[in-house]
């Protein structure tokens, strides 16, 4: 009879052996439906931190292309103005060689003039060829952006605000003022003989 008992006793361990077996699975892992839960809530958590992250990455991008666009026009028009420090400098020497050709014209000297008009409309030609012209002044309405008004002159034959006399050239680069016209500016006469008394 003990040898009965022995022999059920380990059929019993067999079979539960068999079962341990099967609900952890080979070598004595957890079942996965223990572990399930878990699991996939540390899925979504990665899935919405890679969301965050890519995110990140295209603003990034993003950004970093309208910093390249902003350098890349800042540099443009720093090289387009660059030639305005030059340029203004020059301004002065361009009107008194203007003067000087005027000077020597009425007194005479044709040969000399020519020479120095030619040396003018070089120099005008090659601040041209950068951008650099002359404001158009005269006969045009006064425009405080491009003019200076020194003088208000009582004239019957334009209307008031229109530039009479240019008495020191303006010039721009390309849509900047270097330096405005120095200008007369019409007025009727009525208005100045009022603003006389």
């Known amino acids: 009879m003990s040898d009965t008992t022995d022999?059920?006793?380990?059929?019993t361990n067999d079979a539960s052996k068999t079962t341990a077996q099967t609900t952890n699975g080979p070598a004595g892992e957890s079942a996965p439906m223990v572990e399930s839960a878990p699991i996939s809530d540390e899925i979504v958590q990665l899935q919405q931190q890679r969301d965050e992250y890519y995110e990140q990455l295209q603003r990034s991008r993003a950004e970093f292309a309208n910093y390249q666009k902003r350098s890349k026009s800042q540099a443009d028009a720093d090289r387009v103005y660059a030639v305005g420090t030059l340029a203004r400098d020059l301004l002065d020497g361009l009107d008194n060689l203007?003067?000087?050709?005027?000077?020597?014209?009425?007194?005479?000297?044709?040969?000399?003039t020519e020479g120095l008009d030619m040396v003018h409309k070089q120099l005008l030609a090659t601040l041209a060829k950068h951008g650099v012209e002359p404001i158009v002044a005269l006969g045009q309405p006064f425009d405080p952006n491009q003019h200076e008004a020194l003088v208000q002159q009582p004239d019957a034959e334009h209307p008031g605000g229109t530039v009479v006399a240019e008495l020191s050239k303006g010039y721009k680069l390309r849509d900047r003022v270097l330096r405005p016209s120095k200008v007369a500016v019409s007025?009727?006469?009525?208005?100045?003989?009022?603003?006389?008394s």
């Open 7 to 11: 022999h059920t006793d380990t059929n």
């Open 98 to 112: 203007e003067r000087a050709t005027d000077a020597l014209r009425a007194s005479g000297a044709s040969g000399i």
């Open 187 to 196: 007025v009727k006469p009525s208005e100045s003989q009022g603003q006389s």
